[in-house]
């Protein structure tokens, strides 16, 4: 089974575990939010020793890049739960059970 098999494999189990999974805000910021909470915090210090050396213009857009780069990709997953449905509907989800359950045992 080459990489991409497997690749496949391992995508397929994982959105056949996603299926059943509600989508929305909270989804997004159990599997998202520590990531999420790193960048940010990394940003705002970043942002606060560019203050404390009286860089102030460009301790704003630091902290504003951060902060608006957040907000993007929080709407975005929200526009992704809001489609959800729809995606559900138009997935082969007999394909991809089938590509889940790819025998190992093909490997060589």
Known sequence: MSDRDVGL????????????????I???IRHHGKRHLVFLVLYLIVAGVL???EA?????VMATFG????????????????EWPYTLEL????RVA???????????
């Open 98 to 108: 089938r590509l889940a359950e790819a025998d190992e045992a093909q490997d060589g």
């Open 91 to 94: 997935i082969d989800w007999d």
């Open 26 to 28: 909270g989804f997004y």
């Open 51 to 53: 203050w404390h050396y």
């Open 9 to 24: 494999r391992n995508r397929a189990q994982l959105l056949l575990r996603r299926r059943e999974e509600r989508s929305g």
């Open 67 to 82: 902060l608006a780069t957040r907000l993007r990709d929080f709407r975005w997953w929200s526009v992704l739960a809001r």
């Open 56 to 60: 102030s213009h460009l301790a704003v």
